[in-house]
């Protein structure tokens, strides 16, 4: 259904999150799904307010959430067993994922394994009723890595590009660096590369660091040949900074950081996207969602020391984007994030890692997490105002009263 060429919301309380503030009586005129004029409805010109009218009623009116770290194609925790499922079954579970979220409020998220060209497509053309996929195609890792889900006794790997992996395994400068084309040949925005062990691989360990400093370097070199970035899975200390000071702009999860991992992400103005209710719903749910048993007995190692990384990397001014990671039926949490963010972060900082400092990542700055003029209509209503209390945004069904993307007024 394309959007209407003209909206005009009226009677709207707009959500400035960079100045923390609400403007009440305020209207926004969107044309064409691009905000064209957002202010106090005095000043609106009367020529100006045509089209469809929506009366927010006095409620509050925020940019449209952004997720930084998802899994869109992840139907299941088992994510060994999914590289065997058929392409459309994987499809299937991946648009049920993508409205679930949309109607969350989530109107942008940044697939960091799994999505393709052809997700983004989809939802860009309207097949798939979802948020705006920023996707990186298929993660990069070393034999043994966390990308690899191969069990111990298991020899073969199918790499064919139609497979539903969530990675690819690569070995050596030469095959790192030809992995890392064929993401950007398909136009992904990013590269993402494992540096350290993880939960849901089958044979790492969490505290392991992986690929050669050599093999980090020739990804990066490609990506930045291409104006895109690496972002890198990691953990430890000791994998993070070694990964920040060899250049990757973003780093995923970073449980584990040290003084001098904060010191490096201000330096290098690096981004860190914490996973928290990941870890919280595998310790609780990891079992039932699929998560094998191999894989549940590392959850210990990084479920407590991530709100203590959260709160070191706020209080060193090290910029926090929004991120849930989780797998198959466990999605059904992302909205629980805000709540334990909420536990070490103030409402405008976590608003801000899911707005503005998200958009700055993806290189979409002035286009989402603002409500002001040419940026995309991609608009929450909301009963309650989450600048005084963000947790409201963790239970979305009573928080939001509409979910607008791209001047279109989401359905039920």
Not at 244 to 250: E, Q
């Amino acid at each position: 259904m394309p959007a209407p060429q003209h909206l005009h919301i009226t009677n709207a309380t707009i959500l400035d999150i960079a100045e923390g503030s609400a403007s009440p009586d305020s209207s926004i005129l969107v044309e064409d799904g691009v905000i064209t004029w957002a202010g106090h409805a005095a000043e609106l010109p009367a020529d100006r307010a045509t089209g469809e009218t929506i009366d927010a009623g006095g409620k509050y009116v925020m940019p449209g959430l952004i997720d930084g770290h998802v899994h869109v194609t992840a139907g299941t925790a088992d994510l060994a067993t999914m590289a065997e499922w058929s392409p459309t079954y994987v499809a299937a579970h991946t648009a049920r994922n993508l409205r679930a979220m949309l109607h969350r409020g989530f109107t942008t998220v940044r697939d960091v394994a799994g999505a393709d060209f052809g997700v983004a497509m989809a939802v860009e053309e309207g097949l798939f009723e979802g948020p705006r996929v920023i996707f990186g195609g298929k993660a990069l890792s070393q034999s043994g890595g966390h990308g690899d889900m191969r069990s111990m006794g298991a020899s073969v790997i199918d790499p064919h590009q139609c497979c539903p992996s969530i990675g690819i395994v690569c070995d050596g400068v030469d095959a790192v660096r030809k992995a890392a084309r064929d993401q950007l040949r398909t136009g992904a925005h990013h590269i993402k590369v494992m540096l350290s062990g993880g939960v849901a691989s089958p044979t790492d360990r969490v505290d392991s660091t992986q690929f050669s400093e050599s093999e980090i370097l020739a990804v990066i070199e490609e990506a930045e040949g291409a104006n895109r970035y690496v972002c890198g899975h990691a953990y430890t200390a000791r994998a993070v900074n070694r990964g920040l000071r060899l250049g990757v702009r973003c780093i995923e999860h970073g449980n584990l950081i040290d003084d001098e991992s904060v010191r490096l992400f201000v330096e290098k103005d690096a981004y860190l996207v914490p996973t928290l209710i990941t870890y919280e719903r595998l310790k609780a749910d990891g079992e039932a969602a699929g998560l094998p048993a191999a894989s549940r007995e590392k959850v210990d190692i990084v479920l407590h020391a991530g709100l203590e990384a959260l709160d070191r990397a706020n209080k060193g001014g090290v910029k926090i984007v929004f991120g849930t990671d989780l797998l198959g039926a466990m999605q059904i949490h992302q909205s629980e994030e805000f709540r334990i963010r909420a536990q070490v972060q103030t409402a405008q900082e976590v608003l801000r890692s899911a707005t503005l400092t998200a958009a700055e990542l993806i290189g979409l700055e002035g286009r989402l997490g603002v409500i002001a003029a040419d940026a995309f209509a991609d608009l929450l209503i909301l009963n309650e105002n989450p600048l005084d209390d963000v947790t409201v945004l963790a239970d979305p069904e009573s928080s939001i009263s509409a979910v607008i993307q791209g001047g279109r007024v989401i359905g039920g």
